[in-house]
Structure formats: structure tokens, C-alpha cells
């Protein structure tokens, strides 16, 4: 399943609304917080249910950069435009962007980091990414005047702008690598060096990414007999073409599994024999699908 990005939204007060689309679609939701404030974000909610946060990066010139997260397993039957509520000390100096994400695997962030600089014409964190896996980078840093002019590829710019009434500048990024990074580095390239700077950012894989199937069955005769020791061969079915992947044994129970496939979108089917007198073939149906494993 490939990831997608999904509705965004800001706020500056003490809750803003989301619209975080429909159940079941592997959702997850990432949220950014920035100011110029000592003080720290307590609690973050979306439609009621508790985020994660992954990391608060603080610079000691009052500069923080924090990132949230909720996925679907939180949001359960959540749906539509919910509000996102937070909590903390000072509850008017921060400004919070958040971006709704389908196709997300739905077992917590696969990498983080964080940066700090003073004076920095650019921000840069480095991750591990998974091939198809989702990249966030957010950074805040001390002049609200400056843009972003760059990201690393395939980082798009979501959310980005001053936080009033502080001198904060917030900006949120996203993008889907294709194929797997080891220790890329994420950079975000400023306009002019502002005097300070901080950044936090994350990456999750793919829903199914890693995951492994297996299609599993029983050969029989024409009369539905158990037949043993059958030989198998396992076909892929793709776009009306026939491709040949792989043939098991079945045991002495009529019993074959063909495990370690890679796809569960795909359409199989399965072609038994045995040479006996008079022969047994058997072919299953074209659209046989595997389970994980």
C-alpha cells in the first residue's frame, strides 16, 4: 500500500480542527509544535485520543522544536474534521502544524533525530528509511521573517509560516522515498541564517512493508479424494499474463504452502500433478490470493 498525503492544518490557540479522513485506511497522523518559549508541550489530542510525542529538541536561546504522533490503531473509528486540543504552561506562544498520512504501516516510527544551530543557513537531520517509507521534517527557529528555499528530495513543503505573537518561524515537510536510505541526511535551507534554529524529524514505513505471505491448500482428484505428494507449481496471474514462480511437494496429507511471497495484491493459482495411472492434474482457481504470514 502506498502512502499518501492527506488534509493539513495550523493553529496558534488552544485547539484547532483536523479533518483526518475515513477509518481503516492505515491512517497516521503527525503534528509539529514550535516557539520561543522555555516552557513544553504536556498533552496533545486528536478527537480526544492521547499523540506520542517522539522528541522535544530545545535550544537554549528559547528555540524548541516538538514532534507528535497518532496513528490508526489510536484513532480507531475517529473520522471526518475532529478537533486537536493540547495543553502546557503557555498556551499562546506556540504554533502547531499537522498533516494526515494513509498507507502508513501502523506499528510506531521506524527512525528519528534532531539538530540545533545558531546562526545556520540550512538544518539538516539524518535517518534510516525504509523503500516507500514517509520522511517529516519540522523546524522552528528564531526570526519569523525567513522562508524555506529548499528541502532534500523527496521532502515537499506542507505548513510553514511566523507564529505570532512571538518571532518564531515554523516549517513542516514530507515526502515518500522509493527506494531504502541508510543515514540520509534531510536538509532544510533557509533564506538567511536566522540566530537560531532547531528541528525535529521522523520516518515510518509503508503499511505491508516487510510483511511476507503464504498460500496454502490441498491437493485432490476429480472426485475430491486427498491425493499425496502431488507436485505443485504456483502462478502469478498479472494483468491476464501467467507467471511462473516457484513449485512445492505436497506431504503425505495432500498439504502445500508456498510461503515468503512478497505481494498479497496479486492474484495466484496453483497447477497439481501427479503421475499415476491415468494421470491427476488439477488446477485451482485464477484468483487465489495469500494471507500474511
Known sequence: MAIATGASASGSTASFSLNIGTAGNNRLVVISAGSETHDSVTGITVDGKTCTKIYREY???????????IDENVLGASNGTVTIAWTGADTTNWRFDATVFTGVAQNGYNDYGYAQ??????????????????????VCDGSGSRTITSWTSPLEQDLGGNNPPTSAGMFSASGVESSAQSAKSYVATYSS????????????????????????????????????????HLWQ?????????????????????????????????????K????????????????VEE
Not at 275 to 290: F, K, L, N, V, Y
Open 275 to 290: 503421475a499415476e495411472t491415468p494421470h491427476i492434474m488439477d488446477i485451482t482457481d485464477h484468483a487465489q490470493q495469500p
Open 193 to 232: 541564517a536566522p540566530n537560531r534554529a532547531t528541528g525535529v524529524a521522523a520516518s515510518w514505513d509503508a503499511a505491508g512493508a516487510g510483511t511476507t505471505y503464504h498460500l496454502a491448500g490441498v491437493t485432490k482428484d476429480v472426485d475430491g479424494n486427498t491425493k499425496a505428494n502431488c507436485i505443485c
Open 117 to 138: 544551530a545558531d546562526s545556520p543557513a540550512s538544518l539538516g537531520i539524518a535517518l534510516d528509511v525504509s523503500e516507500g517509507g514517509l520522511v517529516v521534517l519540522s
Open 237 to 273: 496471474y498479472t494483468s491476464g499474463t501467467p507467471v511462473w514462480v516457484a513449485y512445492v511437494l505436497s506431504d503425505g496429507s495432500g498439504n502445500y504452502d508456498f510461503t515468503a511471497l512478497a505481494n498479497e495484491d496479486s492474484d495466484y493459482f496453483v497447477v497439481s500433478f
Open 59 to 69: 535550544h537554549t536561546g528559547k528555540n524548541v522544536t516538538e514532534l507528535w504522533y
